[in-house]
């Protein structure tokens, strides 16, 4: 059962229009992070929220900005997206990052990803 | 200097064949290592996870850390075609850390 999900798989939204992306989890984690990926390129962190604690990453642009609501759901906004914010979104979870517990279940679990084309 | 280096690809090799993907890193703060696989037009999913240096062994995947010379790597023994996927190192540093630094990724071909 799919543990990170993301609507939509695919987004078409024109240029200037805004445009949310959805993400909701089953985890019950804490964290949740937006991801953008490039083709070809490595995933980037945009920001995160730890419970209802949001975090920019410097170099996030002012376009995009998130929501919290409660602790499944995250969404992504784009206020006026640009043919330079095609790309794969991705939104991933996990526990709490600051134990030092070694195990592969406190990192990043992502979901498949929204793919987001602007014409 | 990029904080972490990856060799893009692509990789293409016979199905069988022993796979080795590698990554570099220069922030000597990383102390924990993922390797994810990325399915075409999919998220990543977690693969591998270490800490210490060494070898990790699990199925036909090891993954091998080496801190003193900022290198790991994930060996893919009897590659399959369902091996075929992009291939992303990531690493963060210790408690306390959010950020997810990932090498862009080396897609692999299996080739039946």
């Known amino acids: 059962d799919a543990m990170v999900i993301q609507n939509p798989r695919y987004q078409v939204t024109q240029f200037g229009k805004p445009v949310t992306l959805s993400c909701s989890q089953t985890?019950?984690?804490?964290?949740m992070y937006w991801y953008q990926q490039k083709s070809s390129q490595a995933p980037k962190l945009l920001f995160h929220?730890?419970?209802?604690?949001?975090?920019n990453e410097a170099d996030t642009p002012d376009n995009f900005q998130s929501r919290r609501p409660n602790t499944s759901f995250c969404f992504l906004d784009i206020r006026s997206p640009g043919l330079g914010d095609a790309a794969m979104y991705l939104c991933?979870?996990?526990?709490?990052?600051?134990?030092?517990?070694?195990?592969?279940?406190?990192?990043?679990?992502f979901g498949q990803g929204t793919r987001l084309t602007v014409v | 200097q990029k904080e972490v280096e990856q060799d893009p690809g692509p990789l293409s090799v016979p199905e069988g064949a022993i796979v080795s993907l590698n990554c570099t890193y220069s922030?000597?703060?990383?102390?924990?290592f993922m390797w994810y696989r990325q399915y075409s037009r999919k998220g990543p999913e977690l693969l591998m996870y270490?800490?210490?240096?060494g070898n990790k062994e699990d199925g036909r995947f090891t993954a091998q850390v080496d801190k003193s010379s900022k290198y790991i790597s994930l060996f893919i023994r009897d590659s399959q075609p369902s091996d075929s996927a992009t291939y992303l190192c990531?690493?963060?540093?210790?408690?306390?850390?959010?950020?997810?630094?990932f090498g862009k990724g080396t897609k692999l071909s299996v080739i039946p």
């Open positions: 270490t800490y210490s240096s």
């Open positions: 990531a690493m963060r540093s210790g408690a306390g850390s959010y950020q997810l630094t």
């Open positions: 922030n000597s703060a990383f102390q924990y």
């Open positions: 991933a979870t996990s526990r709490e990052p600051w134990t030092v517990i070694l195990g592969g279940d406190t990192e990043a679990f």
């Open positions: 929220y730890y419970d209802k604690d949001f975090n």
């Open positions: 985890l019950n984690h804490n964290v």
